[in-house]
């Protein structure tokens, strides 16, 4: 009896040891990001040009790229991914398309990142003539986020009641209008939250933009969608590894990372709050 | 009319659907498509087997992605070492052990982990990680599959941990009582009967996890040193299959051999990761049939 209690005690400690361990890893990434990005921001960091070589001046034309690449990605991601969620859920029988189009949603968020980036070089670079541009990199990375879409979507939908789309049925309304009156007004939230979510990573991805449009340095803000744009992450990369006075620029590429993360913490939060606010509007 | 209309709107919502389906079989053709003319000047057998991966040399150019192939799969191996004993532990701690108010903290914590771009990983690769590995190991440079492999890790943690989590959840309540009936303590009903009987489940999260390792590109590229030779051990730095498309295809010049065996490349890394999803998928699926 008082092994098996002593084993036991053991084993909970294993457990226990292995969430603090991931939560040190948590504290130690933010502590570290923190504590030496902190100093860099200031006023002309976020709101200036990166000068003399890229070893001074801000970031702010990175900033306004991952912002222009993220409305693209939207622009895509969210009017098909939500589609296809209506399509998979209000729509769809369990029949042998049906099943082939789930199975492709499961592939497709398991398609390493890089891979989406070839992907975009011949179809938007090269097959669309779009070149190096906003554009291409948004539409990569816009088909990346299109399994997160859909998955956060269809959820949000499951979350409608049945009775709701009856109630319509019954009342002589169209599927559609059924659709469009008592089930997307209370899905619309949840949609909105998980596809936020999903914006969030794709504005941290830095491989799908490689080739598709990320610049090493641009001293100006991007004129069209079809021009190239620097971006946070690529900033970031490069400021790590690719810059000629890697150790002088070392507090500009800690700057860079927390401006990512506080970033997407916002983009993550504001999803949260578009949730919270909605949720009381319906009670209400 | 309104027959019509309704008509047209499932319709429109129905290739909405497909198109899923398209952008994923568009994936798959356009790397064929675009690695085939790398193999009128490279053999199969060469591309698949030799470990001399040498685009850019003067006298004869050879790809080989035999070195790329072990250093992925080395990567790959050390993280897993890292993260399943890890991710599953969390997550048999977030299902049993954990209280409902830790758990409600708890689990925000592997989400936010979700959350951190590879990117930036990457970066507290060189500056925190790698430091700490030549300290410690007293090796002039920390930049290798080691350091490579830990960050890998804290990438496929999140997913391993919250996978395994549903599949300890969704065990059978009366499993649980039945063996604490039996006399058996919590502890040896986690070990006997819970992680046995989630077991599919976990295995399809940590081939998942498997999955991003494998795909992942940003911290092995910044983390890993890049050497395009084949690994000694895992202390030598390493070049994985997604580190040299990152590398190599921002500067070679479209429709070159070393071009299209770029896309090769990448065609061999859509499948692996297209078989480890899969086989992911089948798995999971028989436990939930099977839970059901």
Redesign the interface.
């Known amino acids: 009896m008082r092994i098996?209690?002593f084993?036991?005690k053991l084993?909970?400690l294993?457990?226990?040891?292995?969430?603090v361990?991931?939560?040190l890893?948590?504290i130690?990434?933010f502590y570290?990001?923190i504590s030496k990005g902190s100093s860099k921001i200031s006023w002309e960091f976020l709101a200036a040009s990166p000068s003399n070589g890229m070893t001074e001046g801000g970031i702010f034309p990175a900033i306004v790229g991952t912002f222009l690449v993220t409305l693209i990605t939207a622009a895509l991601a969210i009017p098909?991914g939500m589609?296809?969620a209506?399509?998979?859920n209000?729509?769809?029988k369990d029949s042998k398309?049906?099943r082939?189009?789930r199975?492709?949603?499961?592939?497709?968020s398991?398609?390493?990142?890089?891979?989406?980036?070839?992907?975009g070089?011949?179809?938007f670079v090269?097959l669309m003539r779009l070149d190096t541009s906003i554009l291409s990199a948004g539409l990569t990375l816009g088909?990346m986020t299109?399994?997160w879409t859909?998955t956060a979507s269809e959820e949000a939908l499951k979350n409608v009641p049945n009775s709701y789309r009856q109630g319509a049925l019954a009342l002589g309304a169209?599927?559609?209008q059924s659709i469009k009156t008592n089930v997307l007004p209370y899905a619309v939230p949840g949609m909105l939250t998980g596809t936020i979510?999903g914006l969030?990573?794709a504005a941290?991805?830095?491989?799908p933009i490689?080739?598709t449009g990320a610049a090493f340095f641009l001293p100006f803000i991007p004129k069209s969608l079809f021009s190239q744009f620097m971006a946070l992450?690529?900033h970031?990369?490069i400021m790590?590894?690719q810059h000629h006075a890697i150790e002088k620029v070392?507090p500009i590429?800690y700057g860079t990372?927390l401006v990512?993360?506080v970033l997407?913490?916002l983009m993550?939060l504001s999803a949260i709050i578009i949730r919270y606010n909605l949720r009381k509007v319906k009670k209400g | 009319m309104?027959r019509i209309?309704?008509k047209i709107?499932?319709g429109?919502?129905?290739f909405?659907?497909?198109?899923?389906?398209m952008?994923?079989l568009?994936?798959f053709a356009?790397?064929i498509f675009?690695a085939i003319p790398a193999f009128k000047e490279i053999r199969l057998s060469e591309f698949i087997f030799s470990s001399n991966w040498n685009p850019t040399s003067y006298v004869k150019s050879s790809y080989g992605i035999g070195a790329m192939l072990v250093s992925t799969f080395m990567v790959t191996l050390g993280s897993l070492l890292i993260a399943i004993?890890?991710?599953i532990?969390?997550a048999?701690?977030?299902s049993?052990?954990?209280s409902p108010k830790v758990r409600e903290i708890?689990k925000p914590?592997?989400e936010?982990?979700a959350?951190?771009?590879?990117?930036?990983?990457?970066?507290?690769g060189?500056?925190?990680v790698g430091p700490l590995i030549a300290k410690i190991f007293h090796i002039p440079n920390g930049l290798n599959a080691v350091n490579g492999s830990i960050l890998l890790a804290?990438m496929a943690?999140p997913t391993i941990?919250s996978m395994s989590e549903d599949a300890l959840n969704s065990v059978p309540k009366s499993y649980i009582e039945a063996s604490l009936a039996l006399g058996a303590?919590?502890?040896?009903t986690?070990?006997k009967v819970k992680i046995p009987a989630a077991l599919s489940g976990i295995i399809a999260a940590c081939m998942?996890g498997m999955?991003?390792a494998?795909?992942?590109?940003?911290t092995v590229?910044?983390a890993t040193g890049c050497a395009p030779a084949m690994p000694e051990g895992f202390f030598s730095a390493v070049r994985t299959m997604?580190s040299t498309?990152?590398i190599e295809?921002?500067e070679v010049p479209?429709y070159t051999t070393h071009y299209y065996a770029?896309?090769g490349v990448?065609l061999v890394?859509?499948i692996i990761?297209?078989l480890?999803?899969?086989t992911s998928?089948i798995i999971l699926h028989k436990h939930q049939r099977l839970s059901r």
């Open positions: 098996k209690r084993q036991e084993g909970f294993f457990l226990s040891f292995c969430m361990v991931i939560l890893i948590l130690t990434i570290d990001i098909l589609g296809c209506i399509y998979l209000e729509y769809a398309i049906t082939l189009i199975m492709s949603i499961r592939n497709l398991g398609v390493p990142s890089i891979v989406y980036g070839l992907f070089v011949v179809l090269q088909l299109l399994p859909i169209t599927k559609w979510l969030s990573r941290g991805e830095t491989a490689l080739f992450p690529y970031l990369y790590a590894t070392r590429a990372a990512l993360v997407i913490f993550n | 309104k209309k309704e709107i499932h429109l919502f129905f909405n659907g497909v198109l899923v389906v952008v994923l568009g994936i356009l790397l675009t004993p890890l991710g532990g969390t048999a701690y977030l049993d052990v954990a708890a914590v592997v936010i982990l959350g951190i771009p590879s990117v930036v990983i990457g970066f507290l060189i500056v925190l804290i943690l941990v303590s919590h502890w040896q986690i070990v998942l999955g991003r494998i795909g992942e590109t940003m590229l910044m997604t498309i990152a295809l921002g479209y770029l896309f990448g890394l859509f990761t297209f480890v999803n899969m998928d």
